[in-house]
């Protein structure tokens, strides 16, 4: 009985203990200035919209631009950017699913034929500045998008 309560004490001490969690600084280059806005995301399940709960937009305004993300739970994430260039709120693709806007993943992920969350994932450390660079590319030419400045 008496380890019953201790342990049933134990797991109520860890259940409400506060989350772990960091800051993360997302630095995106390769914005064409004056082209739309810019979006990154942070992804928990996968690559695609609904994988990623946390995501903020600026207007494309600088060739390299901050996003800063405040209490985000400790843990492995992906990190996504593209530049909406005709600010239709989506990023465009061609028939077959490839973008057509520049993308960006992080941990060098578009080095792979097919990158995967796992390729993108990154570790987020409690009470740190995670410094997270993207750089977009368009898909296919492993080029920067160009700035017009």
Sequence with gaps: MK??????????????APALAGTVL??????????????????????????????ASQPAIAPSQQFVFEDVPTGS??????????NNGSPDKNFLGIPKEPIALSNGAWEKLVPTFGDAQMPIYEGAANRIPLTLK???GGKKAASAQ
């Design 3 to 16: 380890l019953s309560i201790a342990l049933a004490a134990a797991l109520f001490v860890a259940a409400s």
């Design 26 to 55: 997302i630095n995106i280059s390769g914005i064409a200035v004056g082209q739309g806005s810019v979006k990154v995301a942070i992804c928990d399940t996968g690559l695609a919209e609904e994988g990623c709960p946390i995501s």
């Design 77 to 86: 994430y992906a990190f996504v950017g593209y530049q909406d260039l005709n």
């Design 138 to 140: 368009i898909f296919g």
